[in-house]
């Protein structure tokens, strides 16, 4: 299996806050309908993630673009994509087979290593699948609590009464959502294999999918999220899955994400990504708020760095790790990200990065920049 470092949306705040004004821009043409279009500046163009699939580079950004490299990242050509929707993320589990998502709950999905996409999702149908978790889950409790005896269990009859409360206020508010359309954000993904994944994003967005998205289930059941904070992204850490996010959300998965427990985090702000290397990980966020942790997340160790701008992407490989930055810095660590030093400064916002043979290749506000390693020199 092939796996990616992690990237995230660049300027966060903004990629959640474009998702919003989708409902005016659809009331003259459905943007999900309408398929890219070809340009010649799309690797100079906004694009807010990478994946290495092992045998090429594939990057995602904005208008729908898609990407790809099969010689390091030196030439690059677009493929053809369904949506001109906004791509924030994409993953590759193997070389063929890979998913992009984006805002308006847009998941894409390809077969033959990113030269074709096809639409599997969309926020239209990812509303209805919420609502109609929510519907069975009432019908269940509600069946539940006409079969307990309230005078012989009253603690057991004042927990359904509570729990069936809030799945009815919860069902009202998904009802709102679906009314508003296809508003809400995918921002991360990870897939165990060709058939098994998960994608996350804005408001608590959760799905998982076992058969390579043909279908796809709600998982908020899953995981504590009173106040729908946001995912904002997902990676493996060892043998455990971790999730970072919006007020400082951190969660782990022991069992291949069927079930998550909430971890103590070390920042109260926004996490932003999360990256993991061999027996560490990396998560980092606003205000160059970065921590380590050998343990999988059971503690934390704040790393020192000189940067206070918003920690936007990371990647590990050639025995060192990169951290990118919204004000367009790099940063590098030989020491399995114990401590780290700058690298370049390019005063152009980076949202993703991937270590690739002796390449380090950047993508943010203007497209896609491939540089060489360890010194990290823009190629010509």
């Given at each position: ?154 603690d057991e009859a004042e927990r359904l009464q ?159 790790l990169v951290l990118t930055t919204a004000a367009g810095q ?51």
């Amino acid at each position: 299996m092939t796996t990616r470092p992690k990237g995230i949306p660049l300027l966060p705040w903004l990629a959640m806050l474009l998702p919003l004004t989708a409902p005016a821009l659809q009331a003259d043409t459905d943007l999900l309908e309408q398929p890219s279009t070809a340009s010649p500046l799309a690797q100079h163009a906004l694009l807010l993630d990478l994946a290495d699939t092992g045998s090429r580079l594939v990057a995602v950004g904005e208008r729908g673009h898609i990407l790809y490299s099969d010689d390091d990242g030196g030439q690059w050509q677009q493929a053809s994509t369904p949506s001109i929707i906004t791509l924030t993320a994409v993953y590759f589990p193997t070389a063929d087979v890979g998913w992009a998502v984006g805002h308006d709950g847009l998941v894409l999905h390809s077969s033959d290593g990113g030269n074709s996409w096809t639409r599997q999702l969309d926020g239209f149908a990812a509303n209805r699948l919420v609502i109609e978790r929510f519907e069975t889950l009432i019908a269940e409790t509600e069946a539940a609590l006409a079969d307990v005896d309230a005078e012989a269990d009253a603690d057991e009859a004042e927990r359904l009464q509570q729990r069936l409360d809030d799945l009815e206020y919860r069902l009202e508010e998904a009802r709102i959502a679906g009314e508003e359309g296809a508003t809400k954000p995918f921002l991360d993904l990870w897939f165990a294999n060709e058939r098994e994944g998960f994608i996350v994003g804005a408001y608590g967005l959760f799905f998982r999918t076992e058969d390579g998205g043909r279908s796809w289930s709600p998982w908020f059941e899953h995981i504590d999220n009173e106040f729908g904070y946001h995912y904002n992204a997902i990676t493996e850490a060892g043998d455990s899955l971790l999730m970072a996010g919006e007020a400082g959300t951190l969660y782990r998965s022991d069992d291949t994400g069927r079930s998550w427990q909430a971890l103590e985090s070390p920042y109260e702000g926004s996490w932003f990504g999360l990256t993991g290397c061999d027996d560490s990980v990396l998560v980092y966020g606003l205000r160059g708020n970065l921590f380590r942790s050998g343990d999988r997340g059971d503690s934390w160790q704040q790393v020192p760095l000189e940067n206070t701008a918003t920690l936007t992407g990371g990647a590990c490989g050639n025995e060192a790790l990169v951290l990118t930055t919204a004000a367009g810095q790099v940063f590098e660590s030989r020491d399995g990200g114990h401590s780290f030093s700058p690298l370049r400064d390019d005063h152009s916002p980076y949202s993703a990065a991937v270590l690739h043979d002796e390449r380090l290749i950047l993508v943010g506000l203007d497209g896609v920049r491939s540089l060489t390693q360890p010194d990290a020199e823009a190629t010509p």
